[in-house]
C-alpha cells in the first residue's frame, strides 16, 4: 500500500501547489481597473453630460427655429412693400403717360429701333474696326460681303 499512499499523497501534494499558484495568480494578475461602483459612477457622469448636451442641442434648434420664423416674416413683410410700391410707381407711370403725350411722336421722330450693339464685324475678319461706327448705315450695308449673321449674345 505503500504504492497507494504516495499516489493519494501526491495528488493531495500537487492538488495544495495548485491552489497556492491560482491564488498566487489572481493577486499577481488582479485587475487594477476600476470596480464596479467606480463604473457606474462613470456611466451616471456620461450619461448627465449627454443630458446637458441634449439641453443644449434643442435650446439651439429652439433658437434656430425662432431666427428662422423672424426670417420668413421679415422677408413676406418686405415683399408686401416691393409689391407696395411696384403698384404705386406703376400707377404713376400710367398716370404720367396719360397726361403727357410722348413728346417724339409729337417732334416727328421715326419709331425704328436702332441697331443692337454688336462686338463683332461683318466679313471675313470677324473683329470690329476703329471707324466701323463713324461710318453711316448705308456704307456699311455696302461693305457687306456676306449675309448679316444674327448677333450672338
Known sequence: M????????TAL??????VVIGIAATLLFR?????????????AET???LDRMREQLDQHFTSVDE?????????EALRQQIGRDDRQLRGNRHDRARSEPLAGAE??????????PRDYA?????????????????????????PATPPRY
Open 13 to 18: 501534494l500537487c492538488l495544495a501547489a495548485g
Open 2 to 9: 505503500s504504492d497507494g499512499t504516495t499516489l493519494w499523497g
Open 31 to 43: 485587475r487594477t481597473g476600476p470596480g464596479p461602483q467606480r463604473t457606474r459612477r462613470r456611466l
Open 122 to 146: 461683318d466679313g471675313a475678319r470677324g473683329t470690329l474696326d476703329e471707324a466701323y461706327f463713324s461710318r453711316s448705315r448705308d456704307q456699311r450695308s455696302q461693305q457687306v460681303e456676306q
Open 47 to 49: 450619461e448627465l453630460e
Open 107 to 116: 417732334a416727328g421722330q421715326d419709331d425704328a429701333s436702332p441697331d443692337a
Open 67 to 75: 431666427l428662422v420664423e423672424n426670417l420668413q416674416r421679415q422677408s
